[in-house]
């Protein structure tokens, strides 16, 4: 069996890029003359596309399926569990290598890391599984890491997916901040985190910090149903990746302040902001929101670039990735010239996204301390703000459903994983406003749902 590639994009505008490309583009192409004044500017790390007539090749993946058997995952959840589970088992190609865990109060190695070979062996582990006791969720993680440790350096890439509907209530540690660290010495070794929460009971912060510090990718379903879909996302996300460990660094000229607006991991031991991003698919892009500050009086030097960016990647035969250096200079006007300019539409949107993320976390607090008011406040002022951006309204729609519930649980996952999909995902490069049909068209991992919790492309059961 062979990696699948995404469909190739075709921008109508361009040919695709033969390389990868990192492009600087401000919401507009000029600056306010003696103004103070900030300007978003939107940074696109871009995968080419890739060539269909290049058969792949790649080194063994390695996983390990960590699967809660906890007495609240009993009957349906572990059944859903083990079907998601055996899903990713059919897709690994012989020589990659796999591991099983299962944990309740203790972690057990149903199956050593080895290569997949015919299947049968996970397929009889997985079959065998029995609901247990409490949740030792970090000896199952820690269990699923050990298995993969030995060999991670060999691997294109060695991860760790973790599915749990409850709270780690058992065992050496039990908080997420020391967990999270576990995953980040996991993720320095070559080992990286993915999480799957299940219902209305799982820690959702431990899951989202667990992935972010272990540079995996964090998920959710309402029901055990819903994680058929994230499941197959994942491996197809994999499947498809064209750059890891993928580090943008920024600098201004002298006297420009900068902000990241996305919620990145940023490094700014060395002086240089260094961002770090997710892992790109070929033919996609991640991408970065930052707000120059511009002061008044300001006025560029000739030849010299406002904003430069400089990228690093790895590939994932660990080769490093040359992505061209990209430079920004911009022009100053009059304000009435600047006012007659007109915005880019993927920058306004992209902006859009990222504040809408944060009413979308102010409104998960409200909810959390039960003022459904100020939730639904906040929900129809989002609505009149963002009213030309159609995912944005997709998502407000959804939220409303569950706020009009009161289902307080469910509502601060949603607006979580929400909130964090809209200002950390990647995204493809031709993309344009939201459009379920057109969304359904492309692969799983580019797509903007209108629920992250719910199966499919629209709003949340009733």
Not at 54 to 69: A, E, T
Not at 151 to 158: K, L
Not at 410 to 422: H, P, V, W
Request: with cysteine.
């Amino acid at each position: 069996m062979s990696a699948k590639r995404p469909p190739k994009s075709t921008p109508a505008t361009a040919a695709p890029a033969a390389g990868p490309q990192v492009i600087l583009k401000p919401l507009k192409p000029a600056l306010i003359a003696g103004l103070a004044h900030t300007v978003p500017v939107l940074v696109r790390v871009q995968a080419p596309d890739a060539d269909p007539s290049v058969v792949p090749v790649r080194r063994p993946y390695h996983l390990s399926l960590v699967i809660d058997r906890s007495g609240s995952m009993s009957g349906n959840p572990l059944q859903e569990a083990v079907r998601c589970s055996s899903h990713i088992v059919d897709r690994l190609l012989p020589t990659d290598v796999a591991s099983l865990v299962t944990f309740d109060h203790k972690a057990t190695l149903l199956a050593p890391a080895q290569p997949v070979g015919d299947r049968r062996a996970l397929h009889r582990a997985l079959a065998g599984i029995q609901c247990g006791g409490n949740t030792d969720l970090y000896g199952g993680w820690a269990t699923g890491a050990d298995s993969l440790l030995r060999d991670a350096a060999s691997a294109s890439i060695a991860r760790i997916i973790l599915l749990t509907d409850g709270n780690a209530n058992a065992g050496e540690l039990t908080e997420a901040p020391q967990i999270a660290e576990r995953c980040t010495h996991a993720a320095a070794r070559g080992i990286t985190t993915s999480t799957y929460g299940l219902g209305r009971d799982f820690n959702e912060t431990l899951m989202i910090a667990m992935a972010r510090a272990g540079g995996g990718n964090h998920y959710y379903g309402d029901t055990a149903a819903d994680l058929f879909e994230p499941f197959a996302e994942e491996f197809d996300l994999i499947s498809n990746l064209y750059a890891r460990h993928v580090r943008l660094s920024i600098a201004t000229c002298p006297g420009v302040g900068m902000k990241v607006l996305n919620d990145y991991p940023v490094d700014a031991r060395a002086g240089v902001p260094a961002i770090s991003l997710p892992d790109i698919p070929w033919g996609a892009e991640a991408w970065v929101l930052v707000e120059l500050s511009i002061p008044a009086g300001f006025v560029p030097k000739p030849g010299m670039p406002l904003l430069q960016a400089g990228v690093t990647g790895t590939s994932l035969e660990r080769a490093p990735i040359a992505f061209p250096e990209a430079l920004l200079a911009m022009d100053t006007v009059s304000p009435q010239v600047w006012d007659a300019l007109t915005a880019d539409s993927l920058v306004h949107s992209r902006h859009a996204e990222v504040e809408a993320s944060r009413l979308l976390e102010q409104a998960r607090t409200a909810a959390d301390a039960g003022d459904w008011d100020r939730v639904q406040a906040l929900i129809e002022s989002a609505g009149r703000r963002f009213g030309d951006q159609p995912w944005v309204q997709e998502v407000l729609a959804s939220l409303e459903q569950i706020a009009r519930q009161r289902d307080q649980a469910r509502f601060g996952k949603e607006s979580l994983y929400t909130a964090m999909k809209m200002r950390s995902r990647v995204a493809a490069k031709d993309e344009g406003l939201f459009d379920i049909a057109r969304e359904a068209e492309v692969p799983r991992f580019l797509r903007r749902d209108g629920s992250q919790g719910t199966k499919g492309m629209g709003r949340p059961r009733t």
